[in-house]
């Protein structure tokens, strides 16, 4: 499945290839993919719009950081796009 992430402005964020809505809270919303896992960082977090038919997903607040890990780095995340939003 292919997978985009558009961000408009740091308050809205659309994502395509969403397998599942692994946790949210306003501080972090943590998603399923067939590429791994993507944990997204910030405050007043709300997921607006979820289809899991298609796997478009968006979620808007005040974005800090987002980044992707592997099932196996759960407990070591690594951000690759942690220093865009600094």
């Known amino acids: 499945m292919e997978q985009n992430v558009c961000l408009f402005s740091r308050r809205r964020m659309e994502l395509t290839g969403i397998d599942e809505v692994e946790s949210f809270s306003e501080e972090q919303i943590t998603l399923k ?5 993507i944990a997204v960082d ?5 997921i607006e719009r979820f289809s899991t038919e298609n796997g478009e997903l968006i979620i808007i607040g005040e974005f800090d950081s987002f980044y992707y890990y592997g099932k196996k780095e ?3 995340k690594k951000g690759i796009f942690r220093k865009l939003f600094k």
């Open 42 to 46: 910030g405050n007043g977090l709300k």
């Open 33 to 37: 993919t067939e590429m791994g896992m």
């Open 74 to 76: 759960a407990g070591d």
